[in-house]
């Protein structure tokens, strides 16, 4: 069977067209490529989308012939959040790990109940998404409502994360409901004292993440041109890393990009770990950090680091750098990126005192079996050093459980890896045969 495939992928900067061949073997056979910048500017993506398009025929030589198309997207970037409660200890915390690995950017916190103020600063920032906290199970009640109707009153037709007192859910549902405004319930992030319940309210926001990023303006038309579901790129990718890791083993993936910095692990663990684990955690598990895009969100990246003395001027930056001067400030804040993704993905070794004493236990993803590090995206693939950046956090367990020194680093130079992942749900024995030929010609 000898089939034309394309594979369109609208990235937060970039636009990337893949034209495979399936071909007898069951081995995709990659054809072309074309790229273009993203025309979220120009309000209308397929605009990209259309030059990406071009450049594959041109590479071709030919026109392709019927593909079926496969599309993903990330082109909304991160979500802009919101959050909202009662006490500055409680929800700042809860702000930020609800945030991290979800796709979303905390951009004001307030606690107490919402003034004329509080109100204001929401409008000018406009969420896309707000966290509305507070009051353990059974406790304050009064103020959240109070929040409830001030945020219902914005009429801001965005959703709304409620993740506060379980005793007034049916309250606060109404009070949205009434305003035309979806309501997302989560369990409480704080039932009891010092108890925090993140995952419930990461999981909804990365939901909203899913269908945020998907809708780049004018997108719907893209829509006319696949029989197959738009994906979220970070899904597509983790698709992709699960079936690599059914073929060769427990893998971790980094997609670096111009708003988000993508991380995803499929691994076990190890077994010298297993009996430390305070939690479960999930085979396959992917954070997309919204605030570490190197381009984008290239400024929150600078302003973390601003106390390593490096004076790199954001106005240097490019969404496709050519020059040394420009392929070095992106090369930096690449590796800002991946040294902050992986610290907040990976799991943690922590000291514990019990009455019989000291104990180390594990909290997160334990990363020390990981085989393979592959890194793909445009700033890993395309700027030289990608490989050097990926070794340097293969340090092995310490404070942090990563992989070890001698484990395998690739860069998807061709920046194939997110196309596979959408091809997968309709070809995965196809895209698992690619990975095990990838793989072979790197030996």
Not at 22 to 41: C, D, Y
Not at 87 to 116: C, F, N, P, W, Y
Not at 159 to 170: D, E, L, S
Not at 396 to 418: E, H, N, Q
Request: hydrophobic share 45%.
């Amino acid at each position: 069977m000898n089939e034309d495939v394309l594979t369109i992928e609208i990235g937060s900067t970039i636009t990337k067209a893949n034209a495979f061949r399936l071909g007898p073997g069951g081995i995709f056979e990659h054809l072309a490529q074309g790229f273009s910048t993203t025309t979220v500017a120009e309000g209308d993506v397929g605009i990209g989308v259309d030059v990406a398009l071009a450049e594959v025929e041109a590479n071709l030589g030919r026109s392709l012939n019927d593909p079926q198309i496969f599309i993903n997207s990330s082109a909304a970037g991160g979500l802009r959040m919101t959050v909202h409660g009662l006490t500055q200890s409680m929800t700042a915390r809860a702000a930020r790990e609800a945030a991290l690995g979800a796709g979303a950017i905390v951009k004001l916190v307030t606690v107490g109940a919402l003034d004329a103020y509080d109100l204001d600063a929401i409008r000018d920032i406009k969420p896309n998404i707000i966290l509305l906290a507070g009051g353990v199970d059974y406790g304050e009640k009064k103020i959240v409502l109070q929040n409830a109707a001030s945020l219902a009153s914005l009429g801001l037709q965005i959703p709304i994360v409620y993740a506060g007192n379980a005793v007034i859910r049916k309250p606060i549902n109404e009070i949205f409901d009434t305003a035309g405004i979806e309501t997302l319930l989560a369990d409480n992030v704080f039932p009891e004292v010092d108890v925090l319940n993140i995952e419930p309210v990461r999981y909804l926001i990365q939901q909203v993440f899913n269908r945020h990023i998907i809708h780049g303006p004018g997108m719907s038309r893209l829509g006319d041109l696949t029989d197959h579901q738009i994906l979220p790129t970070p899904g597509a990718v983790l698709h992709a890393a699960e079936l690599f890791a059914e073929a060769l083993g427990d893998c971790l993936v980094f997609d670096v990009g111009g708003a988000t910095t993508d991380v995803h692990s499929v691994s076990e663990g190890s077994r010298e770990w297993a009996d430390r684990l305070t939690e479960p955690e999930p085979h396959a598990k992917r954070t997309v950090e919204g605030d570490l895009g190197v381009y984008v969100n290239a400024r929150n990246i600078i302003e973390m680091a601003a106390g390593e003395g490096l004076h790199y001027q954001i106005e240097n930056l490019k969404a496709v750098p050519k020059t040394e001067h420009e392929m070095t400030l992106t090369r930096w804040l690449c590796t800002r990126a991946v040294e902050t993704a992986i610290r907040r993905h990976a799991g943690m070794v922590v000291d514990v005192y019990t009455p019989t004493g000291k104990r180390q236990v594990v909290r997160g993803k334990d990363l020390s079996a990981v085989k393979w590090v592959i890194g793909t995206g445009g700033a890993l693939t395309r700027i030289p050093g990608g490989a050097e950046i990926l070794r340097s956090i293969c340090t092995g367990p310490g404070k942090y459980l990563l992989p070890l020194p001698d484990t395998a680093v690739l860069i998807d130079r061709d920046y194939l890896f997110s196309a596979f992942g959408t091809l997968a749900g309709v070809y995965p024995d196809a895209v698992k045969s690619t990975f095990l030929a990838w793989v072979e010609s790197q030996a």
